[in-house]
Protein backbone atom coordinates (compact mmCIF):
# COMPACT_ATOMS: atom_id res chain seq x y z
CA UNK A 1 0.00 0.00 0.00
CA UNK A 2 0.97 3.55 -0.02
CA UNK A 3 1.30 4.07 3.90
CA UNK A 4 1.49 2.14 6.37
CA UNK A 5 -1.80 0.77 7.61
CA UNK A 6 -2.74 0.06 11.43
CA UNK A 7 -5.72 -1.50 12.42
CA UNK A 8 -8.37 -1.20 14.99
CA UNK A 9 -7.94 2.64 15.03
CA UNK A 10 -9.23 2.64 18.91
CA UNK A 11 -9.51 -0.36 20.77
CA UNK A 12 -11.30 -0.41 24.16
CA UNK A 13 -10.73 -3.71 26.42
CA UNK A 14 -12.05 -4.31 29.39
CA UNK A 15 -8.91 -5.15 31.83
CA UNK A 16 -7.69 -8.21 32.00
CA UNK A 17 -8.82 -9.07 28.26
CA UNK A 18 -6.28 -9.72 25.23
CA UNK A 19 -5.87 -7.66 22.46
CA UNK A 20 -4.47 -7.52 19.34
CA UNK A 21 -2.74 -4.63 17.46
CA UNK A 22 -2.00 -5.20 13.79
CA UNK A 23 0.37 -3.26 11.42
CA UNK A 24 0.53 -3.54 7.53
CA UNK A 25 4.22 -1.68 6.58
CA UNK A 26 4.87 -0.47 3.26
CA UNK A 27 5.89 -2.81 0.65
CA UNK A 28 9.35 -3.45 0.66
CA UNK A 29 10.30 -1.86 3.75
CA UNK A 30 12.27 -4.50 5.48
CA UNK A 31 12.24 -2.81 9.07
CA UNK A 32 9.64 -2.60 11.27
CA UNK A 33 8.98 -0.63 14.70
CA UNK A 34 6.60 -0.76 16.76
CA UNK A 35 6.52 2.16 19.93
CA UNK A 36 4.01 3.28 23.00
CA UNK A 37 3.01 6.88 23.20
CA UNK A 38 1.57 7.50 26.70
CA UNK A 39 -0.92 10.87 26.70
CA UNK A 40 1.39 13.57 26.64
CA UNK A 41 4.59 11.38 26.62
CA UNK A 42 7.06 10.99 23.90
CA UNK A 43 7.07 7.69 21.78
CA UNK A 44 8.84 4.58 23.33
CA UNK A 45 10.36 2.07 21.60
CA UNK A 46 9.31 -1.13 22.15
CA UNK A 47 10.38 -3.70 19.40
CA UNK A 48 12.25 -3.97 16.38
CA UNK A 49 11.72 -6.54 13.13
CA UNK A 50 13.99 -6.74 9.80
CA UNK A 51 11.74 -9.05 8.10
CA UNK A 52 10.33 -11.40 9.99
CA UNK A 53 13.35 -11.38 12.80
CA UNK A 54 12.94 -10.06 15.98
CA UNK A 55 16.20 -8.15 16.76
CA UNK A 56 15.31 -6.27 19.58
CA UNK A 57 12.48 -6.52 22.00
CA UNK A 58 13.99 -4.48 25.10
CA UNK A 59 11.59 -2.31 25.08
CA UNK A 60 8.84 -4.19 25.53
CA UNK A 61 7.48 -3.36 29.20
CA UNK A 62 6.52 -6.66 30.71
CA UNK A 63 5.69 -10.39 29.37
CA UNK A 64 2.40 -9.69 28.88
CA UNK A 65 3.54 -7.98 25.52
CA UNK A 66 4.25 -9.92 22.46
CA UNK A 67 4.84 -9.40 18.80
CA UNK A 68 5.81 -11.27 15.76
CA UNK A 69 5.94 -10.65 12.18
CA UNK A 70 5.76 -14.14 10.60
CA UNK A 71 6.15 -13.38 6.96
CA UNK A 72 8.33 -10.77 7.13
CA UNK A 73 4.74 -8.40 6.39
CA UNK A 74 2.19 -7.59 8.37
CA UNK A 75 2.89 -7.74 11.89
CA UNK A 76 0.72 -7.88 15.11
CA UNK A 77 1.26 -7.03 18.62
CA UNK A 78 -0.68 -8.39 21.28
CA UNK A 79 -1.09 -7.50 24.82
CA UNK A 80 -2.13 -9.88 27.19
CA UNK A 81 -4.32 -9.47 30.35
CA UNK A 82 -4.63 -5.56 29.40
CA UNK A 83 -4.20 -3.35 32.68
CA UNK A 84 -4.72 -0.05 32.33
CA UNK A 85 -1.32 1.33 32.31
CA UNK A 86 -1.44 -0.37 29.01
CA UNK A 87 -3.66 2.59 27.86
CA UNK A 88 -1.86 4.36 25.05
CA UNK A 89 -1.50 4.75 21.25
CA UNK A 90 0.92 2.21 19.66
CA UNK A 91 2.55 3.52 16.65
CA UNK A 92 3.66 1.48 13.77
CA UNK A 93 6.49 2.47 11.75
CA UNK A 94 8.28 0.91 8.60
CA UNK A 95 11.76 1.59 6.90
CA UNK A 96 14.05 0.26 4.23
CA UNK A 97 16.52 -1.82 5.72
CA UNK A 98 19.39 0.59 7.82
CA UNK A 99 17.13 3.57 6.85
CA UNK A 100 15.89 6.55 9.53
CA UNK A 101 13.33 7.33 7.04
CA UNK A 102 10.66 6.20 8.89
CA UNK A 103 6.99 6.02 7.83
CA UNK A 104 4.58 6.35 10.97
CA UNK A 105 1.39 4.64 10.42
CA UNK A 106 -1.43 6.40 12.49
CA UNK A 107 -1.39 4.20 15.40
CA UNK A 108 -4.18 2.22 17.26
CA UNK A 109 -5.49 3.85 20.30
CA UNK A 110 -5.66 1.41 23.17
CA UNK A 111 -8.15 2.29 26.03
CA UNK A 112 -8.13 -0.26 28.99
CA UNK A 113 -10.92 0.05 31.59
CA UNK B 1 22.15 6.81 27.67
CA UNK B 2 21.13 8.25 25.18
CA UNK B 3 18.31 10.77 26.18
CA UNK B 4 16.46 14.33 24.39
CA UNK B 5 15.34 16.86 25.98
CA UNK B 6 12.30 19.46 24.96
CA UNK B 7 12.38 22.29 27.53
CA UNK B 8 9.08 23.39 26.47
CA UNK B 9 6.04 21.85 27.52
CA UNK B 10 4.23 24.47 25.70
CA UNK B 11 4.40 27.48 23.47
CA UNK B 12 2.43 30.07 22.31
CA UNK B 13 3.16 32.15 19.22
CA UNK B 14 1.27 34.75 17.41
CA UNK B 15 0.57 33.75 13.44
CA UNK B 16 2.76 35.56 11.46
CA UNK B 17 5.86 35.67 14.65
CA UNK B 18 8.83 33.65 14.08
CA UNK B 19 9.48 30.43 16.04
CA UNK B 20 12.16 28.49 18.23
CA UNK B 21 11.69 25.07 19.67
CA UNK B 22 14.41 23.85 21.84
CA UNK B 23 16.03 20.34 22.05
CA UNK B 24 19.36 19.08 23.61
CA UNK B 25 20.29 15.85 23.45
CA UNK B 26 22.99 13.17 25.36
CA UNK B 27 24.93 10.65 22.60
CA UNK B 28 28.07 9.28 23.54
CA UNK B 29 28.43 9.22 19.10
CA UNK B 30 27.79 11.62 16.40
CA UNK B 31 24.05 12.26 16.85
CA UNK B 32 21.13 11.42 14.56
CA UNK B 33 19.28 14.07 15.03
CA UNK B 34 15.19 14.30 13.82
CA UNK B 35 12.31 16.78 14.39
CA UNK B 36 8.91 15.07 13.98
CA UNK B 37 5.36 16.58 13.92
CA UNK B 38 2.36 15.41 14.95
CA UNK B 39 -1.09 16.96 14.33
CA UNK B 40 -4.45 15.49 16.35
CA UNK B 41 -5.08 12.00 15.34
CA UNK B 42 -2.54 11.98 12.21
CA UNK B 43 0.63 9.91 12.32
CA UNK B 44 4.01 11.57 12.96
CA UNK B 45 5.60 13.45 10.34
CA UNK B 46 9.22 14.10 9.61
CA UNK B 47 9.74 16.92 9.53
CA UNK B 48 13.97 17.50 8.65
CA UNK B 49 16.95 15.42 9.91
CA UNK B 50 20.58 16.13 10.39
CA UNK B 51 23.45 13.16 9.31
CA UNK B 52 26.48 15.36 8.95
CA UNK B 53 27.61 18.08 6.59
CA UNK B 54 25.61 21.72 6.86
CA UNK B 55 24.70 21.91 10.21
CA UNK B 56 21.75 24.21 9.26
CA UNK B 57 19.48 21.77 7.72
CA UNK B 58 16.24 22.72 5.92
CA UNK B 59 13.25 20.83 5.91
CA UNK B 60 8.97 20.91 4.81
CA UNK B 61 6.60 23.73 5.58
CA UNK B 62 9.13 25.95 5.76
CA UNK B 63 10.97 24.80 8.77
CA UNK B 64 15.00 24.63 9.72
CA UNK B 65 17.08 23.47 12.13
CA UNK B 66 20.71 24.17 13.71
CA UNK B 67 23.10 21.63 14.81
CA UNK B 68 25.39 22.79 17.49
CA UNK B 69 27.65 20.09 18.69
CA UNK B 70 28.89 22.22 21.76
CA UNK B 71 25.81 22.92 22.84
CA UNK B 72 24.10 19.67 21.91
CA UNK B 73 20.84 21.41 20.97
CA UNK B 74 18.90 21.21 17.74
CA UNK B 75 16.46 23.18 17.68
CA UNK B 76 13.76 24.16 14.97
CA UNK B 77 12.82 27.14 13.83
CA UNK B 78 10.44 28.86 11.28
CA UNK B 79 10.25 32.20 10.54
CA UNK B 80 6.76 33.26 10.18
CA UNK B 81 4.20 30.87 11.63
CA UNK B 82 0.73 29.77 9.75
CA UNK B 83 -2.46 28.68 12.02
CA UNK B 84 -2.07 25.35 10.53
CA UNK B 85 1.45 24.87 12.46
CA UNK B 86 -0.36 24.42 15.62
CA UNK B 87 0.56 20.41 16.50
CA UNK B 88 2.52 18.75 18.86
CA UNK B 89 6.46 19.15 18.02
CA UNK B 90 8.67 16.18 18.79
CA UNK B 91 12.63 15.56 18.65
CA UNK B 92 14.55 12.30 18.51
CA UNK B 93 17.71 10.92 18.21
CA UNK B 94 18.94 8.10 16.21
CA UNK B 95 20.42 4.60 18.32
CA UNK B 96 22.15 1.98 18.15
CA UNK B 97 22.34 -0.49 14.70
CA UNK B 98 18.54 -0.74 14.51
CA UNK B 99 17.91 2.74 14.08
CA UNK B 100 15.17 2.92 16.45
CA UNK B 101 14.80 6.52 17.83
CA UNK B 102 15.26 7.84 21.31
CA UNK B 103 12.35 10.68 21.66
CA UNK B 104 11.70 14.58 23.04
CA UNK B 105 8.43 14.75 25.59
CA UNK B 106 7.23 17.04 23.21
CA UNK B 107 6.32 20.40 22.62
CA UNK B 108 2.65 21.61 22.20
CA UNK B 109 2.87 24.19 19.70
CA UNK B 110 -0.36 26.55 20.04
CA UNK B 111 -0.85 29.75 16.87
CA UNK B 112 -3.25 32.78 18.32
CA UNK B 113 -4.76 34.03 15.35
Known amino acids: GAGVSQSPRYKVAKRGQDVALRCDPI?????LFWYQQALGQGPEFLTYFQNEAQLDKSGLPSDRFFAERPEGSVSTLKIQRTQQEDSAVYLC???????????FGSGTRLTVV | AQSVTQPDIHITVSEGASLELRCNYS??????LFWYVQSPGQGLQLLLKYFSGDTLVQGIKGFEAEFKRSQSSFNLRKPSVHWSDAAEYFCAVGAGNNRKLIWGLGTSLAVNP
Open chain 2, 27 to 32: YGATPY
Open chain 1, 93 to 103: ASSYLGDYGYT
Open chain 1, 27 to 31: SGHVS
